[in-house]
């Protein structure tokens, strides 16, 4: 069984100010039980609401926040 953080939902995700958004694949990162990235790369965009819960070093890996 492994950790992962969800980076990316095809399921809309609705934000505080009435918007949503939702990408076309389901996608995640594996994270060790500190909830650091096991990976080194991400492709592809990841959703601004990681930001919220604090999810820097992976944030810093995305080319793109959505």
Same mark, same amino acid.
């Given at each position: 069984? $492994?950790? *992962?953080?969800? =980076?990316?939902?095809? !399921?809309? =995700? ?6 949503t958004?939702?990408?076309?694949? !389901? *996608?995640?990162?594996?994270?060790d039980?500190? +909830?650091n990235? =096991? ?7 990841? *959703?601004r @609401?990681?930001?919220?819960?604090n999810? +820097?070093? =992976?944030?810093?890996m $995305?080319? @793109?926040?959505v």
């Open positions: 069984v $492994a950790t *992962a953080v969800i =980076i990316r939902t095809g !399921n809309p =995700i609705r934000r505080e100010d009435g918007s958004v939702h990408f076309d694949q !389901n *996608a995640c990162v594996l994270v039980s500190k +909830m990235p =096991i990976g080194t790369r991400v492709f592809g965009p990841v *959703a @609401e990681l930001r919220d819960k999810y +820097m070093k =992976i944030l810093s $995305a080319p @793109e926040v």
